[in-house]
């Protein structure tokens, strides 16, 4: 059997390749740290207005909503290869909150809301988790009370990933507190600058700062912005559309990191003499960037004939983010002591620290690896629950 893309793939492929490399430093030139907001924010914008120009931002939606109606096969091309390049690509607005507006949204809500997404003048950050809420996510408190034509938010979220970038939030929200607590829940858009809204930075374990803490005192967000029905968020917020979700970033992100550090390797070979084990393992890692690249392209090829990929999907979110963490040790055991150090030492080889300390979370972020055994466990071998 040969395993191949078909040739308009692969030439979407070379477009993509000779478009990375006019619009993006080469990745070792890369300089990863920001002058401040604005800068990251016109870097990600900046990058994400160039795609939309050539319709790949939202080339997953359908046509009549600005998108491309592109197959699962170009998205999955699309989506290797521009995490291969560490591209800046993520985009709320483009995953889940045009496609909730699509399938639940007002006309009004459609014709304000989805043109702007689509071409990257907004960035949305998602507020779902709180202190007391992640796995279990309909145990969230942040209550939303009916006042006249609006709503008024009072509660706390956490780990909002970009809330002190955001233009816009999607967030749920307790409508009812008497009902079932997956019955009384609402989603909302609401401007992240609306008066009683507070973001404080959450520090990561890398020393950066990517999420943060958003505290809402008496904000008020119009009616008018509650997505769907009122009490159904929770039904809502499992957006069901049928794009690509293989996760075939993590593979082919792991496969350039696997890639450096061989190229490495061969440039110090002190530091391979220095650890005779260190060709197994990095072996170990190449083989396991084409194992999971295939698994990503299993869940791909099932949704390109129509098949709902379920458990498939978390066994590779569970491969890719525990792969993720195995390279990253992989590429600090090469470096031996000097993967300590980090930007602001001159005898830094390449920065391995911020790497190894930023893959903790793969295993927690988008859903805990207990959280996806579980699946793989109850709808995948049909295990009874626990
Ligand atoms: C990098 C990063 C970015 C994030 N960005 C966002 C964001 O933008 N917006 C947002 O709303 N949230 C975001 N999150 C939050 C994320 O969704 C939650 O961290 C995640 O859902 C886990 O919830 P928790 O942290 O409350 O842990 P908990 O759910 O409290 O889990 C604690 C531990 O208990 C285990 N556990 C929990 N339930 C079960 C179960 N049923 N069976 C077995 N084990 C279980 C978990 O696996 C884990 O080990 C982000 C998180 C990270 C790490």
């Given at each position: 059997m040969r395993f191949a893309f078909d040739q308009d793939a692969e030439s979407f492929r070379d477009e993509l390749r000779d478009f990375i490399s006019a619009e993006l430093p080469p990745i070792d030139e890369r300089d990863n740290e920001f002058e401040g907001l604005e800068d990251e924010y016109n870097y990600t914008m900046g990058f994400q207005k160039k795609l939309s120009e050539r319709n790949w931002l939202a080339m997953a939606w359908p046509k009549e909503y600005g998108g491309a109606g592109a197959s699962h096969m170009r998205q999955l091309v699309f989506n290797e290869e521009m995490a291969y390049a560490a591209a800046p690509v993520g985009n709320m607005g483009i995953a889940w909150v045009g496609p909730s507006l699509m399938l639940y949204g007002t006309e009004e809500q459609k014709t304000k809301f989805i043109p702007r997404i689509v071409q990257a003048d907004d960035w949305w950050c998602t507020l779902y988790s709180e202190p007391g809420a992640g796995s279990d996510l309909a145990a969230l408190q942040t209550r939303a009370v009916k006042d006249g034509d609006d709503y008024i938010i009072n509660g706390q979220k956490i780990w909002t990933s970009g809330g002190h970038l955001a233009d816009w939030g999607w967030l749920a929200a307790r409508t009812d507190p008497d009902a079932p607590k997956h019955k009384g829940i609402t989603m909302f858009m609401f401007d992240?600058?609306?008066?009683?809204v507070t973001i404080r930075p959450l520090i990561n374990i890398a020393d950066r700062h990517g999420f943060n803490e958003v505290f809402f005192e008496d904000v008020r967000v119009p009616a008018s912005q509650v997505v769907g029905e009122v009490n159904r968020g929770w039904y809502h917020m499992a957006v069901a559309l049928d794009f690509e979700r293989s996760g075939i970033q993590s593979f082919a992100g792991g496969r350039r990191t696997v890639e450096r550090l061989v190229q490495l390797a061969r440039k110090h070979p002190a530091l391979v003499g220095a650890r005779e084990t260190i060709r197994h393992e990095l072996a170990e890692r190449a083989l396991e960037v084409n194992v999971g690249t295939f698994l990503a392209y299993r869940v791909a090829t099932m949704q390109a004939k129509g098949l709902v990929p379920n458990h498939e999907a978390s066994a590779s979110k569970l491969f890719g983010s525990e792969m993720s963490q195995r390279i990253a040790l992989t590429g600090m055991h090469l470096l031996g002591m000097a993967g300590q150090l980090r930007d602001d030492s001159r005898h830094q080889v390449i920065d391995q620290a911020t790497g190894y300390l930023s893959a903790v979370s793969a295993t927690v972020a988008a859903g805990t690896s207990e959280i996806q055994r579980g699946i793989i466990a109850t709808r995948g071998l049909g295990l009874p629950r626990g």
């Amino acid at each position: 059997m040969r395993f191949a893309f078909d040739q308009d793939a692969e030439s979407f492929r070379d477009e993509l390749r000779d478009f990375i490399s006019a619009e993006l430093p080469p990745i070792d030139e890369r300089d990863n740290e920001f002058e401040g907001l604005e800068d990251e924010y016109n870097y990600t914008m900046g990058f994400q207005k160039k795609l939309s120009e050539r319709n790949w931002l939202a080339m997953a939606w359908p046509k009549e909503y600005g998108g491309a109606g592109a197959s699962h096969m170009r998205q999955l091309v699309f989506n290797e290869e521009m995490a291969y390049a560490a591209a800046p690509v993520g985009n709320m607005g483009i995953a889940w909150v045009g496609p909730s507006l699509m399938l639940y949204g007002t006309e009004e809500q459609k014709t304000k809301f989805i043109p702007r997404i689509v071409q990257a003048d907004d960035w949305w950050c998602t507020l779902y988790s709180e202190p007391g809420a992640g796995s279990d996510l309909a145990a969230l408190q942040t209550r939303a009370v009916k006042d006249g034509d609006d709503y008024i938010i009072n509660g706390q979220k956490i780990w909002t990933s970009g809330g002190h970038l955001a233009d816009w939030g999607w967030l749920a929200a307790r409508t009812d507190p008497d009902a079932p607590k997956h019955k009384g829940i609402t989603m909302f858009m609401f401007d992240m600058k609306s008066p009683g809204v507070t973001i404080r930075p959450l520090i990561n374990i890398a020393d950066r700062h990517g999420f943060n803490e958003v505290f809402f005192e008496d904000v008020r967000v119009p009616a008018s912005q509650v997505v769907g029905e009122v009490n159904r968020g929770w039904y809502h917020m499992a957006v069901a559309l049928d794009f690509e979700r293989s996760g075939i970033q993590s593979f082919a992100g792991g496969r350039r990191t696997v890639e450096r550090l061989v190229q490495l390797a061969r440039k110090h070979p002190a530091l391979v003499g220095a650890r005779e084990t260190i060709r197994h393992e990095l072996a170990e890692r190449a083989l396991e960037v084409n194992v999971g690249t295939f698994l990503a392209y299993r869940v791909a090829t099932m949704q390109a004939k129509g098949l709902v990929p379920n458990h498939e999907a978390s066994a590779s979110k569970l491969f890719g983010s525990e792969m993720s963490q195995r390279i990253a040790l992989t590429g600090m055991h090469l470096l031996g002591m000097a993967g300590q150090l980090r930007d602001d030492s001159r005898h830094q080889v390449i920065d391995q620290a911020t790497g190894y300390l930023s893959a903790v979370s793969a295993t927690v972020a988008a859903g805990t690896s207990e959280i996806q055994r579980g699946i793989i466990a109850t709808r995948g071998l049909g295990l009874p629950r626990g």
